[in-house]
């Protein structure tokens, strides 16, 4: 169902967006830039894996939009990262896809005309977590986001990028690749500590998507300084036992 839901929305987005008019902060190589497959109950992340490899056969086969597999599913170990394969944006497909090393592991090494290419992969529960500055002035945002950040020297399993808000504030955009080593306190008041250094402060912060409960309630113990906290004591999750 996960399956052919994702291929009804991967068609859609291939029909109404053209990428040769796109424009936008966030980096992308596609109108559907990135198709995760996370398993959250009773399914193993090798079934994930294999479900993965059959959505992209799928979207290359019924869409003609090539496909790269990323994290879990990645076929070497250059595609881990979606960093990696991002790079050079839809804007470089075209060079990218003549580099025999970067042919698609789906499809011919040709980017659709309008939709780009696409990435599929499975991977474990992402936080996507944005913190918008009190300034305005973006290169604070990367100057911090280089000090969050794990390829940088910064937290372990944390990708950040400084950008600007729809607001028009600076902001730290990070995904926390696994919060049981990356709590979302710890990315909060790392990005807090640096924003100080450069006279400025956290205005605000959101979730985008979904966030496991596990996680919110880490940062519950944490700023509560609860003793003793145990997930069980939340009333949702007993339920669900």
Not at 76 to 103: Q, S, V
Not at 115 to 131: D, E, Q, W
Not at 172 to 180: E, G
Request: aromatic share 4%; with cysteine; net charge neutral.
């Amino acid at each position: 169902a996960v399956r052919a839901a994702a291929l009804a929305a991967a068609g859609r987005a291939v029909e109404l967006i053209d990428m040769n008019r796109h424009r936008g902060e966030h980096p992308r190589l596609g109108a559907v830039d990135v198709i995760p497959l996370v398993p959250v109950a009773g399914l193993s992340m090798e079934e994930c894996v294999a479900a993965a490899h059959a959505l992209g056969r799928e979207i290359w086969e019924r869409l003609r939009v090539p496909v790269y597999f990323y994290a879990e599913a990645a076929t070497r170990a250059e595609r881990r990262r979606l960093p990696d394969i991002r790079k050079g944006e839809y804007e470089g497909l075209k060079g990218k896809l003549a580099e025999p090393a970067w042919a698609p592991d789906v499809g011919d090494p040709v980017a659709h005309p309008t939709a780009g290419v696409t990435v599929v992969g499975a991977r474990r529960p992402l936080i996507a977590y944005n913190i918008n500055l009190t300034t305005a002035d973006v290169e604070v945002a990367r100057r911090i986001a280089r000090a969050v950040r794990e390829s940088t020297g910064g937290l372990v399993n944390v990708q950040a990028m400084g950008v600007k808000a729809a607001s028009g504030q600076a902001q730290v955009s990070m995904n926390l690749l696994d919060h049981t080593r990356t709590p979302v306190h710890r990315a909060f008041e790392l990005v807090r500590v640096e924003a100080a250094r450069h006279g400025a402060d956290i205005l605000e912060s959101e979730i985008v998507g979904l966030i496991p409960l596990d996680a919110v309630a880490d940062v519950a113990r944490f700023y509560l300084r609860l003793r003793g906290f145990d997930r069980a004591q939340i009333l949702e999750a007993k339920l669900m036992e």
